[in-house]
C-alpha cells in the first residue's frame, strides 16, 4: 500500500535559519504529492503541490521538487520566520485508488525569534 | 466562496453515546473524505464518497463507524457507543472529483468522549 514517511520532529529553528523537512514515499500508480501546513489552532491548508516527477512546488518562499527516482518530495525554505511555527504534513493522492490521500506524521517547526 | 464547514467545532461526550458529525463540502465537490487525527499523529483515512455512493469504506475502524451522504451534498460521520479511543479531531475534505483537484479541508470536529 501507499505510505510517506517524514522527518520527525520537532525541529526548532532561529529565525533567518534554513529549513529542510525530509519526506520520503511509497505508492503505487503515479501519486500526486503535497505539503500541508497547519497553523496554531487552524484547519489544515495547502501549502504546495507537484503532480508529475521534476515539478517544482513552491509557496510563501517555500518550495519542494518531486523526485522519483529517489521517491522525494523534500520541503525547504531558505529563511524562515517566526510565522512559519506550525506543523508540517507531507501527503500522496493516488489518483488510481479514489483519490485518497495518504499522509505522514506531520513535523512541528518552531521558529523562535 | 465558502468552504468546506464542519459542526460542531467541538464535542465532549460520554463513554458509551452516539454522535452525529456533519460535514458541508464546497458547492459542487462531487467527491468527500473523512479523516481522522490523533493527537500528535497524522490523518487516517475513513471513508470516501463520490457524490452520494461510498466506494470505498476500507478506513472505518470498526462496525460503530458509519457515514452518508445526502444530496450529494452534506454528509455526516456517525460513531455509535463511543469509546475514549474515538477521541481525536475528524477532518472532512472535498475536491471536485475523486481523481482530479486538490482536496480542500475544514476545520475539523475535536471529539472528546470522557
Known amino acids: 500500500g501507499n505510505s510517506v514517511t517524514q522527518m520527525e520532529g520537532p525541529v526548532t529553528l532561529s529565525e533567518e535559519a534554513f529549513l529542510t523537512i525530509n519526506c520520503t514515499y511509497t505508492a503505487t500508480g503515479y501519486p500526486s504529492l503535497f505539503w500541508y501546513v497547519q497553523y496554531p489552532g487552524e484547519g489544515l491548508q495547502l501549502l504546495l503541490k507537484a503532480t508529475k516527477a521534476d515539478d517544482k512546488g513552491s509557496n510563501k518562499g517555500f518550495e519542494a521538487t518531486y523526485r522519483k527516482e529517489t521517491t522525494s518530495f523534500h520541503l525547504e525554505k531558505g529563511s524562515v520566520q517566526v510565522s512559519d511555527s506550525a506543523v508540517y504534513f507531507c501527503?500522496?493522492?493516488?489518483?488510481?485508488?479514489?483519490?485518497?490521500?495518504?499522509f505522514g506524521d506531520g513535523t512541528t517547526l518552531t521558529v523562535k525569534p | 466562496g465558502a468552504g468546506v464547514s464542519q459542526s460542531p467545532s467541538n464535542k465532549v461526550t460520554e463513554k458509551g453515546k452516539d454522535v452525529e458529525l456533519r460535514c458541508d463540502p464546497i458547492s459542487g465537490h462531487t467527491a468527500l473524505y473523512w479523516y481522522r487525527q490523533s493527537l500528535g499523529q497524522g490523518l487516517e483515512f475513513l471513508i470516501y464518497f463520490q457524490g452520494n455512493s461510498a466506494p470505498d469504506k476500507s478506513g472505518l475502524p470498526s462496525d460503530r463507524f458509519s457515514a452518508e451522504r445526502t444530496g450529494g451534498s452534506v454528509s455526516t460521520l456517525t460513531i455509535q457507543r463511543t469509546q475514549q479511543e474515538d477521541s481525536a479531531v475528524y477532518l472532512c475534505?472535498?475536491?471536485?472529483?475523486?481523481?482530479?483537484?486538490?482536496?480542500?479541508f475544514g476545520p475539523g470536529t475535536r471529539l472528546t468522549v470522557t
Open positions: 475534505a472535498s475536491s471536485l472529483s475523486g481523481t482530479v483537484g486538490e482536496q480542500y
Open positions: 501527503a500522496l493522492r493516488d489518483n488510481t485508488n479514489a483519490g485518497k490521500s495518504t
